[in-house]
């Protein structure tokens, strides 16, 4: 049984808390708020477990093994390396930090501790992402990934008449870029690893954060293009294009439906079906890995979201969107 303590009483953590309760080695013991009261209001959802309004007290007590972040992007790097430093394993919601550079100190804080640390992305750990590729190659050589996650966000009505709330408040790491793009790069990365070559464009907004943009990126026989936006929708599923066939996926961040469509007309549907919630395989991923006494996981590891960092901090710098965390 693995005791966590969770920051955030936001909808993210009550998904997570949701989808933990299929887990038989799970136990929520401890939950941080900035307020008492906000913070048994929570915990009163979830078995009333303790309440912390100080993080310094809650990483140092003996009542939790590790910690899910959901916080706001800016204080992921601070919070988990804490946490870290006081020997909890740390499971972080995506982006795991504002920049590369702070993605590396995590890392670093990890491997003197000796403890887990992984990014909370969901989609790759899913069970339709690993039919994905297990059956890459049967498309033959491929020659694109095309990958798009928009998303008209309700929080661009208040935005539009004036009111800037945290999900286009730069001062937070926030975004079209870190809150959705990541989901079209991660994955990318993940298959095939870091391009090569960035190209990046955007929208950016009067706070200074982006509303929307597209990135294409280059790898030695192939080239990967996505596109991202809070401010606009799309329904386009997404597609790994091979010289045999099409692979195609019907949402890239959260993978429910896989298909092969070949050049000579048929189609094979890859598509298995989804028994748990979909933060249910990232939270059993974090835990068999602790359990194996391991350090970092094979598919969400140390590596991929180090170059998922890098990614986007040179899609940013390409925009000019920079967050106050930057030393660029």
């Known amino acids: 049984m693995i005791r966590f303590g969770t920051i955030g009483t936001n909808w993210i953590t009550e998904r997570f808390l949701h989808a933990a309760a299929e887990n038989d080695d799970f136990e929520l013991t401890?939950?941080?708020?900035?307020?008492?009261?906000?913070?048994?209001?929570?915990?009163a959802q979830f078995g009333e477990p303790k309440v912390y309004t100080d993080l310094k007290a809650m990483a140092t007590s003996d009542c939790i093994d590790a910690v899910y972040i959901a916080s706001p992007?800016?204080?992921?790097?601070?919070?988990?390396?804490?946490?870290?430093?006081?020997?909890?394993h740390v499971l972080c919601e995506k982006p795991l930090a504002s920049n590369s550079d702070e993605v590396r100190r995590m890392i670093a804080a990890a491997e003197a501790n000796n403890v887990v640390l992984m990014e909370a992305m969901k989609s790759t750990l899913m069970p339709n992402f690993r039919i994905m590729k297990d059956n890459l190659y049967k498309i033959g050589q491929v020659r694109r990934y095309f990958a798009s996650y928009c998303q008209y966000s309700s929080r661009y009505d208040a935005f539009k008449q004036g009111t800037v709330l945290n999900a286009f408040n730069p001062e937070f790491s926030n975004g079209a870029l870190m809150d959705l793009g990541i989901y079209c790069?991660?994955?990318?990365?993940?298959?095939?690893?870091?391009?090569?070559?960035?190209k990046a464009f955007g929208v950016m907004l009067s706070s200074g954060a982006d509303g929307e943009g597209s990135v294409i990126m280059r790898y030695p026989e192939m080239d990967a293009v996505v596109m991202y936006s809070k401010i606009s929708d799309s329904f386009l599923p997404a597609e790994i294009q091979g010289e045999n066939g099409t692979m195609v996926i019907d949402r890239i961040n959260q993978p429910y439906d896989v298909k092969i469509q070949y050049r000579d007309g048929s189609v094979e549907n890859l598509t298995q079906q989804q028994i748990h919630e979909s933060m249910y395989y990232e939270l059993e991923e974090f835990i068999r890995i602790i359990c194996r006494g391991k350090r970092s996981s094979k598919i969400n590891s140390h590596e991929t979201s180090l170059a998922v960092a890098e990614v986007m901090e040179e899609a940013r710098k390409q925009i000019g969107l920079k967050y106050a965390a930057d030393q660029w």
């Not at 941080?32 to 209001?41: A, I, L």
């Not at 992007?73 to 909890?88: R, V």
């Open 30 to 43: 401890a939950v941080y708020s900035r307020t008492e009261e906000k913070g048994r209001e929570f915990a």
């Open 73 to 88: 992007n800016s204080l992921h790097a601070e919070q988990a390396i804490l946490f870290m430093n006081h020997g909890k």
């Open 185 to 198: 790069i991660y994955p990318l990365v993940s298959l095939f690893g870091k391009p090569e070559e960035v």
